[in-house]
C-alpha cells in the first residue's frame, strides 16, 4: 500500500511542475503579447483609440495626443463624438447600435477615409480601420486612426498636375487622339478622303505687333481664339493648332462628317461677324 501511495504522489508531483511548466509559458506570452502592444501604441503615426458598448473613450495613446491635440487625462471617459464632425454623429451612433446588436458590421476590418475634428476645431482627413472583441459578455471596439492630410495634399496636387496635362493635350491633339494616347500610349495613323481645312491669318498683324506691348498683344489673341474654339465646337470643326496669329482647324477628322465643307464654311462667317462686331468696339483690330 505505502509504494503505491509513494507513485500516486510522484505522479501528483509530477502533474502539479507540468502546470507550472504550462502556467509560467502562459505568462510569457502575455507579457509578449502586452510588451508588443506597448510597443506599437507607443507609435506616433497612428492614433489607437478604444471604447465599449457605452460610445465612451477608454483608451487613448500617444499617437492619438499627438493627432487630436487631447491628452488621454482630457478624453478618457469622454464620448467618441468629442472627435467626429457633427454631420457624422448619427452615422457613428447607429454603426455602433447595430454592432452592439451583434447584427452583421458593415466596416469592420475596411480602410474608410472619414473626416475627424483636432482640439483647436480644425477638420482633416483620416484613414480608419476599425475592429471589435467580446468579453465577459460585454464588446469592446478599437479604431486605428491615421491623419491622411499629407497624402490628400499630395493626391492634389498629382490630380491638378494631370488636368494641366490632359489640357496641354487637348490644345495641341483632337480629343480622341488624346484619348488614344492616354490610353494606348501611342495613336494609330488614319487616312481621311473628304475633309475640309480652315485656316486664318490676321491681316497686317505683322506690321501692327510692334505698335502693341507683348502681354496685350497676348491677351487679345488669347480671347479671339478662345472665341474661335467656341465656334469650331458649335460647328463640329476640330481645331488643329495656333501659330502665332495663324489659327488652323479641320472638319471631317478624326469623326468623319459628310457636311464637312458646309460647316467650316459656316463656322468661318461666325469667325467674321465675331470680329466685326469686335472690330467695332476694340482699339486693336
Known sequence: MAKKNSKKSANNYGHIDFNLAEKHEIESLIQEQIKRFQVISSSKNDAIITSDESKLILFW?????????????????????????????????????????????????????????????????????????????????????????????????????????????????PKQVADELKINGKATTKKYDNVTILFTDF???????????????????????????????????????????????????PVKNKHHAIQCIEAARQMFKYLDERNGKNKIQ
Open 61 to 173: 495613446n500617444k499617437g492619438a495626443e499627438y493627432i487630436f491635440g487631447y491628452t488621454a487625462e482630457e478624453v478618457i471617459g469622454q464620448p467618441l463624438t468629442l472627435i467626429i464632425p457633427v454631420e457624422l454623429h448619427q452615422r457613428h451612433n447607429e454603426g455602433i447600435e447595430r454592432m452592439n446588436q451583434r447584427k452583421r458590421p458593415r466596416v469592420l476590418g475596411k480602410v474608410l477615409e472619414l473626416q475627424a475634428i483636432k482640439k483647436g476645431g480644425e477638420v482633416f482627413p483620416i484613414e480608419l480601420t476599425l475592429g471589435s472583441w467580446d468579453n465577459d459578455g460585454k464588446r469592446y471596439y478599437s479604431g486605428i486612426i491615421r491623419d491622411i492630410t499629407e497624402k490628400k495634399k499630395a493626391e492634389q496636387i498629382i490630380l491638378t498636375e494631370k488636368k494641366k496635362s490632359e489640357e496641354l493635350l487637348l490644345n495641341i491633339l
Open 203 to 253: 491681316k497686317d498683324f505683322t506690321r501692327m505687333a510692334p505698335s502693341v506691348s507683348p502681354i496685350k498683344l497676348v491677351e487679345e489673341l488669347n480671347e479671339i481664339y478662345s472665341h474661335f474654339d467656341d465656334i469650331m465646337e458649335a460647328f463640329q470643326v476640330e481645331k488643329i493648332e495656333t501659330i502665332g496669329d495663324a489659327y488652323f482647324a479641320a472638319c471631317g477628322v
